[in-house]
Structures are given as structure tokens and as C-alpha cells.
């Protein structure tokens, strides 16, 4: 499967470009484009809800879809720059060409991201594609139940899964195509991406995408 419209930046930031470009958690971006359609925000962790890289990427008729409890925050926090929809968990947004659904992403044996902080990944449909989006998570009874198409899934333990741990969900959610995140940078090494793929079922192409 094509995933060349998958960017991953470095760490958690992503940019997918199609008849829209969409960008989930940017961080650390090093041109300034201000190319972003609808921004995605996991949560309100300085390495996800960055104002100083949304800043580079903002533009006049940008959206930002974030979890319900930052939307206080992000408001406050960004001004009028954008409109900011919010929403939980199980909640859709249909955009021109494109649908976004909101899904639980939360720790199960951390403190780092807990349940009732009401964090989320995101379910993006577009081109007839599911692309998942996990977010800081764990495997958890919510995300095993994911249906989709292409799976971005943390692999850098700490704070979120292990690398055994993300193979372990993807494959139980069985998708085409798996890509490792959340490693590299603020935690986890290189080598967290190439644990993963050799434990991913060899039905699932794995694609490790170099970060900038």
C-alpha cells in the first residue's frame, strides 16, 4: 500500500498531504509553511500541543480538532488564530474529503496519560483509507477493538507502549500497514523502530519513515 502521503517529522508529528493537508501533533517543525487545513492535537503535552510550531504551520482558515479537556486551554492559549473544535472520545467530524474520529488514548499500568484525563488518537478516513492515529497510549481494551488501513503506533516505551508492546496491538488489530512513532527523540532510540517491525506480523508491511 502507497503511503508516500504519510510524513513523520520527527517523533509524534505528523503530516499527511492529500486534497488536504492534515497535521497531528507538530512538533519541532523546521520550515515555516503555513500549509496546515486541520491541525490534530492528541493532548497537552508540550511534545504534542506545541503553539510555537503550530505557529508555523497556522493559517487564516486553519481548524484545530482537539480532546474537550485542553479546549480551555488551546483557546487560551492560541487566541483567535484559529478555530478550535473539541470533541471526545467515539465523536466524528466530517471535513471536505475527509473524516475524523476521536478514540481513547490512555495508560494502563503509567501515570503519564491517564484515562480520565480524556486524551485521544484519531481515526482519519480519506481516499478510502482508515489511517490510525494512536496517540500516547498503551494497549488498552478501547484501541485493541481499531479498525483501519494504516496504523501509527508509539513504539518508545516510557511513557507509552514498547516496542513489543505496539507489535503486539497492531497485530491483534490486524491492519495493512504499520509505522513506528514516538521514538527517536524525547524517548526512545532508532533501534526502537527496527524491534518493532521484526516482531510485527510478516502479513503487516511495516514502513519506518526517516525522521528530519
Not at 510550531?53 to 487564516?60: E, G, L, N
Not at 494497549?139 to 514498547?162: E, F, R
Amino acid at each position: 500500500m502507497n503511503t508516500d502521503f504519510i510524513e513523520l517529522l520527527t517523533h509524534s508529528s505528523i503530516r499527511i498531504k492529500g486534497e488536504v493537508t492534515v497535521y497531528c501533533d507538530p512538533y519541532r517543525i523546521r520550515e515555516v509553511t503555513h500549509d496546515a487545513d486541520i491541525i490534530l492535537i492528541t493532548h497537552s503535552h508540550y511534545d504534542h500541543f506545541s503553539p510555537e510550531d503550530i505557529a508555523k504551520i497556522i493559517k487564516t482558515d486553519t481548524v484545530l480538532l482537539v480532546p474537550s479537556s485542553i479546549d480551555e486551554e488551546v483557546r487560551r492559549t492560541l487566541g483567535k488564530k484559529s478555530m478550535v473544535l473539541s470533541g471526545d472520545a467515539g465523536e466524528s467530524f466530517d471535513f471536505e474529503y475527509l473524516t475524523v474520529k476521536m478514540v481513547p488514548a490512555y495508560n494502563v499500568n503509567k501515570k503519564f496519560h491517564p484515562q480520565e484525563a480524556g486524551w485521544v488518537g484519531y481515526l482519519i478516513e480519506m481516499d478510502d483509507k482508515v489511517i490510525y492515529i494512536a496517540g500516547d497510549t498503551d494497549i488498552n481494551d478501547d484501541n485493541i477493538n481499531i479498525s483501519c488501513d494504516i496504523a501509527l503506533v508509539p513504539v518508545g516505551g516510557t511513557y507509552t507502549m514498547t516496542a513489543a508492546e505496539a507489535a503486539s496491538l497492531v497485530n491483534q488489530i490486524g491492519c495493512e500497514v504499520a509505522i513506528p512513532t514516538h521514538y527517536g527523540s524525547v524517548t526512545g532510540n532508532e533501534a526502537c523502530g527496527e524491534e518493532f517491525a521484526s516482531a510485527v506480523d510478516s502479513s503487516i508491511e511495516v514502513k519506518i519513515i526517516k525522521q528530519y
